[in-house]
């Protein structure tokens, strides 16, 4: 072999191996991302999580083999430098350290874009399985999960319009839920005049009292426990419904959806079929 071909052959060496190894760690303070990591079978990446915030069904990663990186609002900057993560994940929670997270290690912002849910989700499961070199392998579980929500439409296509709240310390505001009501195609039930939002910042709230529920008058309230989810005192369930019931909405049903899986890790392979099945449990007659 010439001496060209020898260095042209260390060069496609050198290069392969570097598109092979890189990103070879991971901090994540996206659960949805870590879900989507784990059931990709990707999961020897991950080296850093935040271990407070983690749901029942991904306690493995609460493991001392990986490094607590701090809260979701609050991330441990020195744990992300002593493990030097090759990459980091972030969503909008981690805004306000972009810069300081940014100096530790190279960032994906894998929030998932407003718009279409179910586009943006397979988008970003795309892009992070492809950085990966794992991209036919997040095709096929894509696959599976466009063909589970197909049967699951299929089986709440007579389903009742069905009202989501989200309850944080005994308070309720809307929430239109992009997995109910864009992933599952469930009508939302149309809100009264009496019914206004607020603005707060940049961000729109609808607050929802007693009354305003039972006028409203949903056959199904789905409750997203952002409380529970994040340790304070969760909804007290009977306490509501005989509050409703004393508004009129006797027989209004409510079903508490799982905290930590609906306010926490959305937005994963795993969570999604999570979130699917919940719903069509909870609309069952």
């Not at 935040?50 to 749901?55: A, D, E, G, I, K």
């Given at each position: 072999m010439t001496s060209s071909r020898l260095f042209a052959a260390a060069v496609l060496s050198l290069s392969s191996g570097i598109a092979a190894a890189a990103p070879t760690s991971i901090a994540t303070f996206d659960l949805g991302s870590l879900d989507s990591l784990d059931a990709l079978g990707l999961g020897e990446h991950v080296v850093g999580v935040p271990q407070q915030s983690l749901p029942t069904y991904l306690a493995d990663y609460a493991d001392a083999a990986y490094a607590d990186i701090g809260g979701l609002r609050s991330p441990d900057l020195e744990a992300l430098g002593e493990i030097a993560p090759g990459l980091i994940l972030i969503t909008g929670r981690q805004g306000d350290w972009r810069d300081e997270l940014e100096a530790i290690a190279p960032i994906m912002d894998t929030g998932l874009a407003s718009g279409d849910y179910l586009a943006a989700f397979d988008d970003n499961v795309m892009a992070l399985a492809e950085r990966l070199d794992?991209?036919?392998?997040?095709?096929?579980?894509?696959?599976?999960?466009?063909?589970?929500i197909d049967q699951a439409r299929q089986a709440l296509a007579d389903a009742p319009a069905v009202l989501v709240a989200?309850?944080?310390?005994?308070?309720?505001?809307?929430?239109?839920?992009?997995?109910?009501?864009?992933?599952?195609?469930?009508?939302?039930?149309?809100?009264?005049?009496?019914?206004?939002?607020?603005t707060r910042g940049n961000r729109v709230f609808t607050p929802l009292s007693t009354e305003a529920i039972a006028e409203i008058d949903p056959a199904v309230l789905l409750v997203i426990d952002r409380s529970a989810a994040i340790g304070d005192d969760a909804i007290d369930t009977a306490a509501v419904q005989q509050a409703l019931a004393s508004a009129g909405a006797?027989?209004?049903?409510?079903?508490?959806?799982?905290p930590a899986l609906w306010y926490l890790s959305g937005g994963g392979l795993q969570s999604l079929r999570l979130q699917v099945d919940e719903v069509v449990t909870a609309l069952q007659p």
């Amino acid at each position: 072999m010439t001496s060209s071909r020898l260095f042209a052959a260390a060069v496609l060496s050198l290069s392969s191996g570097i598109a092979a190894a890189a990103p070879t760690s991971i901090a994540t303070f996206d659960l949805g991302s870590l879900d989507s990591l784990d059931a990709l079978g990707l999961g020897e990446h991950v080296v850093g999580v935040p271990q407070q915030s983690l749901p029942t069904y991904l306690a493995d990663y609460a493991d001392a083999a990986y490094a607590d990186i701090g809260g979701l609002r609050s991330p441990d900057l020195e744990a992300l430098g002593e493990i030097a993560p090759g990459l980091i994940l972030i969503t909008g929670r981690q805004g306000d350290w972009r810069d300081e997270l940014e100096a530790i290690a190279p960032i994906m912002d894998t929030g998932l874009a407003s718009g279409d849910y179910l586009a943006a989700f397979d988008d970003n499961v795309m892009a992070l399985a492809e950085r990966l070199d794992a991209g036919q392998t997040a095709e096929h579980a894509l696959a599976e999960l466009h063909q589970h929500i197909d049967q699951a439409r299929q089986a709440l296509a007579d389903a009742p319009a069905v009202l989501v709240a989200t309850h944080n310390q005994g308070n309720f505001t809307l929430n239109h839920h992009p997995v109910v009501h864009q992933v599952l195609a469930i009508d939302s039930p149309t809100l009264p005049d009496s019914v206004a939002s607020e603005t707060r910042g940049n961000r729109v709230f609808t607050p929802l009292s007693t009354e305003a529920i039972a006028e409203i008058d949903p056959a199904v309230l789905l409750v997203i426990d952002r409380s529970a989810a994040i340790g304070d005192d969760a909804i007290d369930t009977a306490a509501v419904q005989q509050a409703l019931a004393s508004a009129g909405a006797d027989t209004l049903r409510i079903e508490v959806l799982s905290p930590a899986l609906w306010y926490l890790s959305g937005g994963g392979l795993q969570s999604l079929r999570l979130q699917v099945d919940e719903v069509v449990t909870a609309l069952q007659p």
